[in-house]
């Protein structure tokens, strides 16, 4: 048994022992609160434990009043409270005059990624985000992913962002139709994602040009930290290193956009077969 064999059959024991670890009641989800209109709107269509949908008096109009509609048909309770009420209880300073109590927000297991693969007859395409801490640019790359086509977004337990208001007001609602699993080892886990025939590239400056890369089939699309990047060991365990060409006078691309013109490449490349 070679090493990577070794490391990859340690990985279901790793995860069990670091779901172990946590409190029951975070191993089942996330508490969090949908803030903005566009998030507040996805989450009452998809997320069965919406609680209670706070609403700013006097709006009543627009798309607010498609908001109210949508959660009297679910049977939400709906509150109206003042501005300042809202003011207070927003995390993220961009409620938009509507918030959303949401009971749980489900984590993936990474087999469930795997599983949603199969069942839409494709190869796996999977992002695998090392130590991403903004909220902001995890939000905006778990919308990238499910618009590119990701069948799932992987993240550490430790060490980053999880997923809350922010991160689901960055992201337009796209946390509430996109797998996210959270894991203990991220090195571990693409050895298991190696053993299903999912190949790994990573995002790195000092990487081979993209677009002579051959990113086509199962693939995992690791983008590492703001200011550190993608970490030595995670590095190793990538296939390829690609770097996005540029023309200006700084050398770095914000995580997320990074993450985003990837990902295209990857579609592009499945797309039209290079």
Not at 23 to 29: I, M
Not at 178 to 188: D, F, M, P, S
Not at 224 to 231: A, D, L, Q, W, Y
Not at 237 to 257: E, T
Request: one cysteine or more; hydrophobic letters at 40%; a neutral charge.
């Amino acid at each position: 048994m070679n090493r990577n064999q070794e490391e990859s059959r340690n990985y279901k024991k790793t995860e069990q022992r670091g779901r172990d670890r946590k409190p029951a009641e975070e191993r089942r989800h996330n508490e969090l609160m949908a803030e903005g209109r566009n998030a507040v709107l996805e989450a009452l269509k998809t997320n069965e434990n919406a609680d209670k949908l706070y609403v700013q008096e006097g709006l009543g109009e627009g798309p607010v009043s498609q908001i109210v509609s949508e959660a009297r048909k679910r049977n939400v309770l709906t509150v109206y409270v003042p501005k300042d009420k809202l003011d207070q209880m927003s995390e993220t300073g961009k409620h938009q005059g509507v918030i959303l109590n949401l009971a749980a927000i489900p984590y993936a297991e990474v087999d469930d990624i795997l599983d949603r693969a199969a069942q839409k007859g494709e190869k796996p395409f999977v992002f695998v985000l090392d130590g991403i801490e903004d909220p902001h640019n995890l939000g905006a790359i778990i919308r990238s992913a499910n618009l590119a086509g990701a069948h799932g977004v992987i993240i550490p337990r430790h060490r980053a962002a999880s997923v809350n208001a922010t991160v689901a007001k960055a992201s337009a609602g796209a946390v509430y139709h996109t797998l996210i699993a959270k894991v203990t080892n991220l090195a571990q886990t693409i050895d298991y994602l190696k053993e299903k025939g999912i190949w790994f590239v990573c995002a790195d400056m000092d990487g081979e040009e993209m677009y002579r890369l051959n990113l086509t089939g199962a693939i995992g699309l690791v983008i590492g930290n703001e200011g550190s990047g993608v970490s030595r060991l995670v590095k190793e365990k990538c296939d390829f290193i690609a770097s996005i060409p540029m023309k200006g006078d700084i050398d770095s691309l914000n995580a997320s956009v990074a993450a985003g013109i990837l990902a295209w490449e990857i579609l592009r490349q499945n797309r039209t077969g290079r």
